[in-house]
């Protein structure tokens, strides 16, 4: 099980948002490659990056800075979300040094563009499925659609995508915990490897995840809990890779 640092990029600030609203905050620092350097230190295998503004805007706005971070830890595989919505802006990031894009809402309202970004640059597409009470949320959670989350998983099998990272909404930044339960079901009914977001309070999260496993998830994304010291980043990744090598 690896476990993600998240730096959430709002405004060229590392942010954290309540339940996705851009209006509910948290500023963690002004310098996100300061951020990311943190995370390195205490032993991060992989950062997940998300362009909030991008998320809303349907196309990169803190590009500058993610390009920063990608410079400064050449070897280190990046993700990247939010406002990713053509083949230009894929292109772009790998080209900065990006390992994956993650495609959200485009996922959603154009599923062949899945098909046709994992032909253009196969193994590095992600999709990012953000759903509340099962149901997929588009631009930036602003919007719930009718597709079921299983459902819409189900069509990206076959294309090639390296993984689903699956948010759970209600739970994001909510300090509440994990919906490990809706995680698990979601992966043992695909066959696409999936990466759980959304909720990760303390060391027993890591716990129930890491139990979870073997429905096929892979790795958790860690936000609002290792910024806040309620859970300690190196410590759970510790714990992670001992319980996965019993």
Known sequence: MLLIPAIDLK????VRLRQGRMDDET???DDPVEVAARWVEAGARRLHLVDLNGAFAGQPVNGEVINA????YPELPIQIGGGIRDERTIQ???DAGVRYAIIGTQAVKDPAFVSRA?????GHIIVGLDARDGM???DGWATLTEHRVEDLARRFEGDGVSAIVYTDIGRDGMMTGPNVEATAALAGAIDIPVVASGGITDIGDIRALC????SGITAAITGRAIYEGTLDFAAGQRLADELSAR
Do not use: E, K, Q, T
């Not at 994992?118 to 196969?122: D, G, I, S």
């Not at 139990?211 to 073997?214: I, Q, Y």
């Open 211 to 214: 139990a979870a496993a073997s």
């Open 69 to 72: 971070i990608a410079r400064a």
């Open 27 to 29: 500023i963690f620092a």
């Open 92 to 94: 772009a990031y790998l």
């Open 118 to 122: 994992c032909r253009a640059f196969p």
């Open 11 to 14: 405004d060229g600030r590392c």
């Open 136 to 138: 997929v949320a588009i």
